[in-house]
């Protein structure tokens, strides 16, 4: 029966010659696929049911909320807010970003009423909201901030369940600009200042900006674009990405990262000036490129989650597949003593992690061995090949071979290939005999 579907799938057994190899191709398959750190993403505040599926869960940490008291951090506070347990349960991931500014419809400050008193800043009326905007350059406020960012790095680091964490605290929203009636962006060497705290804080989780800043090329990090389906905006962006430039009456603040995808990943919510059904609705095909041109793994927290239309669930899926990476084993030669196989990326991007790759190979009694393949996910770039073999030692007498990617915050194989191929509890079905 099983074999019967192999067949049915696609999956081609031809005999190589001479070495008591048999060389197994495999068919691709185009359809949107659920995997992690890719995709849709969802507020991690709403527990709603969302029409749509995602990978993520994205939650905004206002300074006030995480150390009401100097020194004392609210980590429970924060967790319980945006329902950290209940989305780990899940095996749904989570991305971070740590603001001092979020324009609201009332006169508030984010900042903790301790830190208020200490630091320089002013309340503003503009057509973002109201708030309270601090001097950036303030020595008070950069010193507590370096604090602050390396609390959340010791709680978060090493947290599986924190996969991207956006460099927020500046500009409002976190958003690395702000309106002139509010204050003025801080200079380069602060700007350097703040991206180094994280940096610091954060040496195994990826980092992400709003903007290519000369820090940010210099460093590595990601970049995310917040007018995601903004036409103008994200051409702009990409320009940025591109050949650099000039940043607020700064000559040459922002560098060209062009190939940064290649190693850092690019997210960012969709625009808020259009809605999502909308922006599908009037969708001629350009969406899709500004997505690939900008080699995106995630869209968030504004994304398509709940987009309820059937008529536009065709078009969601297309675009879909022109975000994040699409890996797949396009090949295997398989004898008694080995595995040889070959990946091959069909996305726009890499998979960011060095996520554990198994075999998991079966004999005829039942026996099961899990044989790790010497690989990193994240140099398998799209339209690129890696070959690898994996020795059988102690299988030789194998039935069948699968192959799984693990997810370190569940143990479990977690990433769907794009290859048409039986599937059970993550694992696809390589070889069988």
Same mark, same amino acid.
């Not at 070495?19 to 507020?43: C, D, F, K, M, T």
């Not at 406020?141 to 959340?152: F, K, N, P, Q």
């Not at 702009?236 to 060209?256: K, P």
């Given at each position: 029966?099983?074999?019967? +579907?192999?067949?049915?799938? =696609? ?17 691709? /398959? ?7 750190? $890719? &995709? ?21 940490? @206002? ?7 100097? &020194? ?7 967790? #319980? ?7 780990? =349960?899940?095996?749904?991931?989570? /991305? ?34 109201? &708030? ?17 960012? #390396? %609390? ?23 958003? !690395? ?15 350097? $200042? ?6 610091? %804080?954060?040496?195994? @989780? ?20 917040? %007018? ?22 700064? #000559? &040459? ?33 350009? +969406? ?9 793994s995630w869209i968030g927290p504004n994304s398509f989650t709940q987009v309820e239309d059937d008529a536009l669930q065709e078009a969601l899926d297309r675009l879909m597949t022109n975000v994040?990476?699409? *890996? ?8 008694? $003593?080995?595995?040889?196989? #070959? *990946? ?10 060095? !996520?554990?790759?198994?075999?998991? %190979?079966?004999?005829?009694? =039942? ?17 690129? $090949? ?13 039935? @069948? ?33």
């Amino acid at each position: 029966m099983r074999r019967a +579907l192999l067949i049915l799938t =696609g999956l081609l057994c031809l005999a190589a010659a001479g070495h008591g190899e048999e060389i197994r191709r495999y068919e691709p /398959i185009s359809e949107a696929l659920v995997n992690p750190l $890719q &995709g849709n993403v969802a507020w991690a505040e709403d527990l709603s049911e969302a029409p749509q599926p995602f990978s993520m869960v994205y939650a905004n940490i @206002t300074w006030a909320e995480l150390e009401p008291k100097e &020194g004392s951090y609210d980590f429970e506070a924060v967790e #319980t807010r945006c329902h950290f347990d209940h989305w780990r =349960g899940l095996g749904k991931h989570i /991305i971070l970003r740590f603001v001092m500014d979020m324009p609201g419809k009332k006169d508030h400050c984010d900042l903790p009423k301790w830190l208020k008193r200490r630091v320089r800043g002013a309340a503003y009326k503009t057509p973002y909201g109201r &708030g309270w905007c601090p001097d950036y350059e303030d020595r008070a406020l950069m010193e507590a901030h370096r604090r602050v960012i #390396t %609390a959340l790095g010791v709680r978060y680091d090493s947290d599986p369940f924190v996969s991207f964490v956006e460099l927020g605290s500046v500009g409002h929203w976190g958003e !690395w600009h702000v309106h002139e009636k509010a204050g003025a962006m801080p200079g380069s060497e602060a700007r350097r $200042q703040y991206i180094r705290d994280y940096v610091d %804080a954060f040496p195994k @989780t990826l980092l992400m900006m709003r903007r290519p800043f000369d820090a940010a090329a210099e460093l590595g990090l990601g970049l995310f674009n917040d %007018a995601s389906g903004d036409i103008r905006e994200t051409l702009q962006w990409l320009d940025w990405i591109e050949n650099g430039g000039d940043y607020e009456g700064e #000559t &040459g603040g922002l560098s060209a990262m062009h190939e940064a995808w290649k190693t850092a990943p690019i997210g960012g919510e969709l625009t808020t000036a259009v809605d999502p059904e909308t922006l599908l609705r009037e969708d001629d095909g350009l +969406l899709e490129k500004l997505f690939r041109l900008s080699h995106t793994s995630w869209i968030g927290p504004n994304s398509f989650t709940q987009v309820e239309d059937d008529a536009l669930q065709e078009a969601l899926d297309r675009l879909m597949t022109n975000v994040g990476s699409r *890996l797949w084993v396009s090949e295997s030669r398989v004898s008694d $003593q080995r595995f040889v196989l #070959t *990946l091959e990326n069909d996305g726009v991007a890499p998979f960011y992690y060095a !996520w554990p790759v198994r075999l998991r %190979a079966a004999d005829s009694i =039942g026996n099961v061995k899990i044989f790790d393949v010497n690989v990193d996910l994240r140099s398998v770039l799209p339209g690129e $090949q890696l070959t690898v073999a994996v020795p059988l030692n102690g299988m030789e007498d194998w039935t @069948t071979i699968e192959i799984g990617v693990i997810d370190p915050m569940t143990g479990r194989s977690a990433l769907r290939l794009a290859m048409d191929v039986p599937v059970q509890e993550g694992w696809h079905m390589l070889a069988e005999r």
